[in-house]
């Protein structure tokens, strides 16, 4: 079991910026693929961005691709998404995910292959 803990949201406007960071726990020296999800208010969750475990690849949806960026520590077993030039329409909230991947070289974009996912965290642009 991995327990995923979210942090960072908040109220920024437009244009601003904000840091995500996510940490897992309970599986120490484990390869875990993880990637951010966000959901807004009436519509389904969507892919953000994920990345692999060790080989460094990374994948953005077409949405935030150039302004959000995904970075982790291996040691801290954390996920960070640097967002950047935030719009209203990134208003959500954002949640991590991760799952096993003993390649470590995964990243996964489809949520049905997450296992483990954080509680979210609220992330507000206003205009």
């Known amino acids: 079991q991995v327990q995923m803990v979210e942090s960072g949201g908040g109220l920024v406007q437009a244009g601003g910026s904000l840091r995500l960071s996510c940490s897992a726990s309970g599986r120490p020296y484990s390869s875990l693929a993880m990637g951010w999800f966000r959901q807004a208010p009436g519509k389904e969750r969507e892919f953000v961005a994920a990345?692999?475990?060790?080989?460094?690849?990374?994948d953005y949806s077409a949405s935030v691709k150039g302004r959000f960026f995904i970075s982790k520590d291996n040691d801290k077993n954390t996920v960070y998404l640097q967002m950047n030039s935030l719009k209203p329409e990134d208003t959500a909230t954002y949640y991590c995910?991760?799952?096993?991947?003993?390649?470590?070289?995964?990243?996964?974009?489809?949520?049905?292959?997450?296992?483990?996912w954080g509680q979210g965290t609220q992330v507000t642009v206003s205009s």
């Open positions: 995910a991760s799952h096993l991947d003993p390649s470590g070289r995964l990243v996964t974009t489809n949520s049905y292959e997450y296992e483990w």
């Open positions: 990345t692999s475990w060790s080989s460094g690849d990374t």
